[in-house]
């Protein structure tokens, strides 16, 4: 079981309290950006988690730090998975920030010590992939020091990876606090837990949560949370037919956690005598998945789906799989956004990778846009998938907040103390 942070966040030093001249800072950032194999080189997809550590990055070099950045990619379990460096990292940062970054292919050892030891103020240097090492994942403190050799200062600014207790974003602000130095959140982080947290403390009512994504049992803390907060709970994606499965009706073959029906109804249940409005949707987008006797690259069998239709009410047929909202859901969930003056919106209505899927989701999006910029709702988006939905509905910078964090932003939502954010210097 976690630990649940009190009401009122306890302050953290910030980069701006810093002062940094002439310093050794060691940042870690969350660079763990999605990537492509394109013609034998490793391409980003999605630049948003580099671009928004930029004025961290910004105000550290107007103010002559020299900075040693750490990053983690993907999970090479140890391995020099070579499909996983951060070289191409480096360049992009380097093209985003109009400044050279240079590039070490090592995150500890003489070679890191030797080029940290030549930067000026304001220079930038990247690490190469912190999970090379097994030690990274374990936090070991022998390899924290390692790491903390290059660092007077720590600034952490990966709020995507503080709910992980790792030698970079735990163990080297232990040493670093343990040597007198400071541990600061950067900029990033900082907006992070200001929207995620502060905000949502007393929001501005009307406060409405939508709440998508393929399991009860990943949002059943952060529901279980903002049943205290919210005024109306909207239920979307796969999660909402477990919930219809405890009430009894029938969900064909959609996706479901069977196991999950008595949370789902203990949910409900709290809702009831909170007075939360609790919506689950009255209708979906149905389809008949076919085997087609091929199977994909991890050896799981091939459907294809076909006859896709609405389907009015609550009982899914017993050859139909749910795969997004219906219109009148999503008509309904849409009106009740429209007159929220706080939204927080966590996952997707539908399998909306997928075109045919991806209505509900983009409805519910526009509306969250609508209600923002209409009727000056703050919309605070928890990120992972429904980030990734806002911006292929060509949305993203529409809202108030979009969270650079999946997991992370999970947990802080629960009310998790974050490991990252735990280690910081208080203010
Ligand atoms: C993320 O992408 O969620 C963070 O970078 C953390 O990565 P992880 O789930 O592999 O720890
Ligand atoms: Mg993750």
Redo the contacts with the bound molecule.
Sequence with gaps: MAILRPLAFMAKLTVRDLNVRGKRVFVRV?Y?VPMEEKAGQMVINDVTRIRETLPTLELLGQNGARMILAA?L??PKGQREPSMSLRPVAAKLAEMLHRPVAFVDDCIGEKVEKTAGVLKDGDLLLLENVRYYNEEEANDSVFAEKLAKVAEVYVND?F??A??A?ASTEGVARVVAKRGGRCAAGLLMERELKFLGDELEQPAKPFVVLLGGAKVSDKINVIDRLLEKADTILIGGAMAYTFRLASGAKIGKSLVEPDKTEVARAAVAKAAARGVRFELPVDNLVATPIDTGKVNKKGKPVLDLQNVRVNSGKDIPEDAEGLDIGPETARRYAEIILGAKTILWNGPMGMFEDKRFAEGTNIVAKAVVEATQKHGAKSIIGG?DSVKALNQAGLGRQVTFMST????SLEFLEGAVLPGVAALSDQ
């Design positions: 969350d763990n983690h993907g999970r990966a995507g990876a709910h992980r790792h992972g964090g999946g997991g992370a």
